[in-house]
Nanobody, 128 residues
Framework: QVQLVESGGGLVETGGSLKLSCAGS?????????IGWFRQAPGKGRKGISS????????FYHESVKGRFTISRDATKDLVFLQMDSLTPEDTGIYYC????????????????????WGQGIQVTVSS
């Protein structure tokens, strides 16, 4: 059973930076997975913002975070990071790390239902 634990959230001022981490365990090494970051803004649904494939490290970004956020991984430790720079209040929300089997659709974060495994979520607040 895949388990995911996020860390690194908090409060930051506009223009600041935060780095989130997602520690994964329980992966089946005969399969390939995608690990994605989703954001849930206050009063809204979850939106996929970036993903990385577990085996090859291929990367996807939603348009809203391109050039500001950087996803990376430490494959030896099953850690995935999300470096968030130039933060704005619109980036405020609960950030979730999620994982599912790799498909074209899951890689591009089109549907939450492609992700069977979720972390507990972590709060990121950007003050104006």
């Amino acid at each position: 059973q895949v388990q995911l634990v996020e860390s690194g959230g908090g409060l930051v001022e506009t223009g600041g930076s935060l780095k989130l981490s997602c520690a994964g365990s329980g992966f089946d090494n005969t399969e390939d997975y995608v690990i994605g970051w989703f954001r849930q803004a206050p009063g809204k649904g979850r939106k996929g913002i970036s993903s990385i494939t577990r085996k090859e490290g291929r990367i996807f970004y939603h348009e809203s975070v391109k050039g500001r956020f950087t996803i990376s991984r430490d494959a030896t430790k099953d850690l995935v990071f999300l470096q968030m720079d130039s933060l704005t209040p619109e980036d405020t929300g609960i950030y979730y790390c999620a994982s599912g089997f790799l498909t074209i659709r899951s890689f591009s974060l089109r549907r939450e239902t492609d992700f069977a495994y979720w972390g507990q979520g972590i709060q990121v607040t950007v003050s104006s």
